[in-house]
Each structure stands twice: as C-alpha cells, then as structure tokens.
C-alpha cells in the first residue's frame, strides 16, 4: 500500500480520523490512513446528513471506495468491525447504479478471483478484520434486460411524477416553452382531478389519462395550437405502450429496511429516463 507524507500531518495526536464530524451516534471504517507516522483509522461519520465526491482517475478505487461504505452501512443491523451504530440508527441504503458495477455487491470476497481480491484478502488478515456479508436486492426497470439473473423488474407509478419529471422525460422545458407549458397544463388538470401526491385521498393515474384531458379539456384546446398539442399527445403516446408506467406499482418505502441494500440497476436503460427513474424512487 502507497504511503505519504503530508504537510501539515493529518490528525496529530490522534488515535483515530473521523470525517464529517465525531460519529458520536454512528460511523463506518473507511479503512487507515496512507501517511508517514503511526497507523489510524479512518472513519466517516453518520450522524447527519453529508454530500460526497469522491474522485480519481480510472481504477484509482471510486468504486470500491463506494464499496466500502454500504459495507459498511448494511453490517449495521449486526455486530460488526466496520461500523459503530446505536440502536436505531441504523440506515437503509439505495444504490442508483448507472454502469451495474455493483451487481456483484453480494460476492463474498472468499469468492473473488483477480489479484485486487487477494490483495484485500491479505488486508483483512493483517488488520484482523471479518467480511461482513452484504444480502442485497437487485432491481431493473421494466422492459430493460437485467444485468443479473437475481434481478426484479420495478415500474413508476406516474402519480410519483412531478411537472418537472414529466418534462424531463419529454426534453421540453416547462416553464418557457409551449409544449412545456402544455405539459405542465395538463399536469395541473390531472392533480386537480387526482389529488396531489401529498394528499391521502391521492388516486391512481395513466399516462392515457393526461392523454385523454390534451383531448377534451376546452381549455387547453382554446390555449394551444393544433401543432402543439398534437406533439405532446405524440410523445405521450409512445409513453403509454411502455410497461414501465404502472399506475398498480406498490409503495417503496416498504423496501427501505435499516441494514438492507437496495441496487437500482440502471446501466441498461436510455439516458433520458434514468434521471426520471432516481427522481421517482425519491418521492
């Protein structure tokens, strides 16, 4: 392992380095730090909220790094060497996994093959360290080819959709194009004859039926042009034979289980709905 020396010396004095703050409540071994001097433990606390970059260039470890983390934060729910959690502070983790590099999250490093595996293999005995098994569940949208055979097919409920979704997924701008402003019309109709997705008394809706009020609301028909609405109703339709829109779609959050992954498959799926896909599963 690469050893540095840095100026001024990170953490002197200290037995250990706890990034983000003092992990009083919860925190989770990132792994030791790289520099001249005695070995510490570094540490990323999890009291609060954080927003992380980790950088690097290609095979410099962002992955695994991401890696050691939700290890980290699924072993919670048991005793572990890797994490450091009161009761009820453990965490459920989501995983929006654009390239499905971590459908392997569930290989036990015992099985691992290549010389990186060995290489932590020879780690965790000189740190006397245990793997903590990770037990994940893998999910791939509707209609896409799932990148591993224990994947389950999800859908989006539209009513998790906001405006802004709805214009992302169609490329028009909802606040200063027509056909945006359009869309957002017809979202409005739709909320005022559905309910919004803060109200209890929320009912289920089709992509048919934003198609049905561009048809025979006399409103946006005396609004809007022919051409206008025609375009949305175009794109709209091509929406509807998608399978991956389902009104019947069940709640999410009853996924979300504390010391539980959740990998979201979306390697395999067109660029304009994987922005649409993280902001549905956050709703």
Known sequence: MP???????????AKSIT???NGAKSK?????????????????????EHVIAIVGKRGSGKTHTLGVVVEGLSSASRESQLSRMDFGWRHAVVIFDTLNLFQWVDL??????????ERQRKLLAQWRLQPAPIEPTFWHPVGSEPATSKSSPFSINPVDMDAQDWGRLLDVDIAAEPMGQLLND??????????????????????????????????????????????????LSALSR????????????????????????????????RSVLVFSRNT
């Open 3 to 13: 050893v540095y020396k840095v100026q001024p010396p990170i953490g002197r004095g």
């Open 19 to 21: 990034l983000g703050g």
């Open 28 to 48: 989770t071994l990132l792994g030791r730090l790289s520099e001249l001097g005695p070995q510490r433990e570094v540490w990323l606390d999890l009291d609060g």
């Open 108 to 117: 036990p490093l015992s099985e691992a093959k290549g010389p990186q595996a």
């Open 186 to 235: 017809v979202y409005a109709q739709v909320q005022r004859r559905h309910g919004t997705r803060a109200s209890s008394a929320t009912q289920p809706y089709t992509v048919d039926d934003l198609i049905s009020i561009l048809r025979s609301d006399s409103a946006i028909q005396a609004d809007y042009s022919p051409e206008t609405i025609r375009g949305i109703r175009q794109r």
């Open 242 to 273: 998608s399978p991956l829109f389902d009104s019947k779609q069940p709640d999410w959050k009853a996924a979300l289980k504390p010391g539980h992954v959740a990998v979201f498959l979306l390697g395999r799926v067109p660029e304009d709905l």
